[in-house]
């Protein structure tokens, strides 16, 4: 392709934006408000998952075994567990370690200084973590079939609402994705008509002296390419310090929640997003162009 021909397409698709400047403005506003809305979605979702995996790493199964259990009995329920499907790791804990434990977590040292390990009311129990929360109850049920266990402690109703928040979010982002991407893609479709309108006497010319179709239609295609990436990056310039200062408000106003669960980086999330949404951007513009021009290529 001549350098010639790729000044004449800018020039034109540049042309194109500012001589129907007002739909060009709005073809990039509802460019901006659907990935905006998408950003929105997207940081929901990354950030319900990440707390997903760390609560995965906090929140195990404790196993208690009956009590006098010999060594070997113990090893075996250790095998036991080991060999489901979804236990990442078994840790044991001894009725010692546990109280120590009891005593750190509650900071009752005193209160509990009549114990020890001549009179442990705790028995021995494991800690039994997963690679994916979503399989706990099915997980609890098999550990209850094991002999040895006597009671197994987990946050199945925690878990269960965690997990139906990410699906729900999941599904929901989905959705709204495809329905904003629709939208965008009538608004660009839209704006590039106006454009091929106004040339259209131009068009039937090229066409008739010979030129191709994708001569004609290249300026129109970068046009809606300008249109899509200047929408994305709109939002992006502007989500990101948003995202940034809203998690720096979360943690100042609930102190509380680090001790819980914490937000992903922002520069994690925005350089997958950043460039994924100038492509998304790019992609609805080439769309919208290419559906608008069918009908005039065809002379």
Same mark, same amino acid.
């Given at each position: 392709?001549?350098?010639?021909?790729?000044?004449?397409?800018? !020039?034109?698709?540049?042309?194109?934006?500012?001589?129907?400047?007002?739909?060009?403005?709005?073809?990039?506003?509802?460019?901006?408000?659907?990935?905006?809305?998408?950003?929105?979605?997207?940081?929901?979702?990354?950030?319900?998952?990440?707390?997903?995996?760390?609560?995965?790493?906090?929140?195990?199964?404790?196993?208690?075994? @009956?009590? $006098?259990?010999?060594?070997?009995?113990?090893?075996?329920?250790?095998?036991? %567990?080991? #060999?489901?499907?979804?236990?990442?790791?078994? #840790?044991?804990?001894?009725?010692?370690?546990?109280?120590?434990?009891?005593?750190?977590?509650?900071?009752?040292?005193? %209160?509990?200084?009549?114990?020890?390990?001549?009179?442990?009311?705790?028995? #021995?129990?494991?800690?039994?973590? =997963?690679? @994916?929360?979503?399989?706990?109850?099915?997980?609890?049920?098999?550990?209850? %079939?094991?002999?040895?266990?006597?009671?197994?402690? #987990?946050?199945?109703?925690?878990?269960?609402?965690?997990?139906?928040?990410?699906?729900?979010? $999941?599904?929901?982002?989905?959705?709204? /994705?495809?329905?904003?991407?629709?939208?965008?893609?009538?608004?660009?479709?839209?704006?590039?008509?106006? !454009?091929?309108?106004?040339?259209?006497?131009?068009?039937?010319?090229? *066409?008739?002296?010979?030129?191709?179709?994708?001569?004609?239609?290249?300026?129109?295609?970068?046009?809606?390419?300008?249109? $899509?990436?200047?929408?994305?990056? /709109?939002?992006?310039?502007?989500?990101?310090? =948003?995202?940034? *200062?809203?998690?720096?408000?979360?943690?100042?106003?609930?102190?509380?929640?680090?001790? /819980?669960?914490?937000?992903?980086?922002?520069?994690?999330?925005?350089?997958?997003? =950043?460039?994924?949404?100038?492509?998304?951007?790019?992609?609805?513009?080439?769309?919208?162009?290419?559906?608008?021009?069918?009908?005039?290529?065809?002379?």
């Amino acid at each position: 392709m001549k350098f010639r021909s790729i000044k004449y397409f800018f !020039s034109e698709a540049f042309g194109g934006v500012v001589r129907n400047r007002l739909m060009s403005v709005a073809s990039i506003g509802t460019v901006a408000a659907c990935i905006f809305i998408i950003t929105i979605c997207y940081c929901a979702l990354t950030n319900v998952d990440y707390m997903l995996e760390q609560v995965e790493e906090s929140i195990g199964i404790a196993v208690f075994l @009956d009590e $006098g259990l010999n060594s070997d009995k113990i090893l075996e329920i250790n095998d036991a %567990l080991v #060999s489901l499907e979804h236990v990442e790791s078994v #840790s044991y804990i001894s009725p010692d370690d546990a109280l120590n434990d009891l005593k750190e977590s509650l900071d009752a040292e005193e %209160l509990l200084a009549g114990f020890d390990e001549t009179n442990n009311p705790l028995s #021995s129990s494991f800690e039994v973590n =997963l690679d @994916d929360i979503a399989y706990q109850s099915e997980t609890v049920d098999q550990i209850k %079939l094991i002999d040895g266990v006597r009671n197994i402690r #987990s946050s199945e109703s925690e878990t269960q609402i965690l997990v139906k928040i990410s699906n729900f979010v $999941g599904i929901f982002g989905v959705v709204l /994705i495809l329905v904003l991407a629709a939208i965008s893609v009538v608004i660009i479709t839209n704006t590039i008509k106006l !454009s091929v309108f106004t040339r259209r006497t131009e068009i039937s010319i090229m *066409k008739y002296v010979g030129a191709t179709d994708w001569f004609i239609r290249w300026p129109f295609v970068i046009e809606g390419i300008i249109i $899509g990436i200047v929408g994305a990056a /709109i939002p992006m310039i502007v989500a990101w310090p =948003l995202y940034n *200062k809203l998690v720096d408000v979360i943690y100042e106003q609930i102190p509380m929640i680090t001790s /819980i669960v914490s937000f992903k980086f922002g520069i994690d999330i925005f350089s997958v997003l =950043l460039p994924g949404s100038l492509l998304f951007g790019a992609l609805l513009g080439v769309l919208g162009s290419t559906i608008s021009l069918r009908k005039h290529l065809d002379v």
